[in-house]
């Protein structure tokens, strides 16, 4: 039911019945771009999918929040496939099951954001799951959360501990930096695919601890990514040697000379997308 944007839920609901009812035997479930959707309507139809759901697309549902997040968690832990990307209401405190931080401090203090302060170890307690959080889905092989753009290095270090996931993408999350893709790289050692374009803070460091972590890394997106250098293919180079396809267009770190390099170490890679590698001016090209 993809693009369908006037369904609003609850009609799709009581189409698949209550969950008083036996679950129809749905395996897979698109709703992506249905615009309309709420959180409501979504988390009434949820307990009713059943337990033989494996794939979930609620691309670009903008308007869902961590409620949405935490029932798919508590009801359809046998997913194999999460699809949540454009979802940019999710933030860390939803991944984490933790219940909703409160948004007005204390008249006349500085105190920080709950989850803030515990990640930067200001707070205690740390700020592990507690409830039902994005860990409950450990037969997870896809996991999208591509735009989901308040999410922070707080919660991704935290859930993203999957030793089955095989493709995963993350990109434009502006908040990601070097110790959050580290810890992705702890926690998700059976990678092939990920994606990780416009994520402005991973540097040649994140990139030095994390590659040795994949080593069944086939295809590699890092465009966009401003810090990195050819310092990363090299890491990348000794470490994936499985690697069949990369994309570092318009990593203004990164020049052909290392492109080329890069390719000679790797005979296999059969695609390297290299665009506007070293900073070219977009305009005179176009």
């Not at 409501?40 to 997040?69: F, H, K, Q, Y």
């Not at 170890?121 to 799951?129: A, I, N, Q």
Request: hydrophobic fraction near 40%; charge should be negative.
């Amino acid at each position: 039911m993809a693009e369908c944007c006037l369904v609003s839920g609850w009609e799709l609901a009581q189409a698949l019945g209550s969950a008083h009812r036996a679950p129809p035997p749905l395996t897979s479930l698109s709703l992506a771009y249905c615009s309309s959707l709420k959180d409501a309507s979504v988390l009434s139809m949820i307990p009713a999918l059943g337990p033989s759901l494996r794939v979930l697309d609620l691309s670009s549902c903008v308007a869902l929040t961590n409620r949405t997040v935490q029932a798919i968690c508590t009801h359809l832990t046998h997913l194999s496939v999460l699809r949540l990307a454009w979802c940019k209401e999710l933030r860390d405190w939803g991944l984490l099951g933790l219940g909703e931080p409160s948004e007005e401090p204390a008249q006349g203090s500085q105190q920080c954001p709950t989850l803030e302060c515990q990640a930067s170890g200001l707070k205690e307690p740390s700020p592990d799951p507690q409830g039902p959080s994005l860990l409950m889905l450990q037969a997870l092989q896809e996991l999208d959360l591509t735009a989901c753009s308040k999410l922070t290095d707080a919660s991704l270090a935290k859930v993203l501990q999957f030793p089955q996931l095989r493709r995963l993408s993350l990109s434009l999350l502006p908040a990601l930096t070097d110790t959050g893709l580290v810890a992705v790289a702890r926690g998700c050692p059976s990678l092939e695919h990920l994606v990780l374009s416009h994520c402005s803070h991973l540097s040649d460091q994140g990139w030095a601890q994390a590659a040795g972590a994949w080593p069944r890394l086939q295809h590699l997106n890092l465009s966009s990514c401003s810090q990195l250098t050819e310092q990363t293919l090299e890491s990348i180079g000794q470490a994936c040697k499985q690697l069949r396809v990369l994309d570092v267009a318009m990593c203004p770190g990164i020049n052909m000379a290392a492109v080329r390099h890069f390719q000679a170490q790797l005979p296999q890679v059969t695609c390297v997308q290299s665009r506007f590698v070293g900073g070219a001016d977009l305009t005179l090209t176009l």
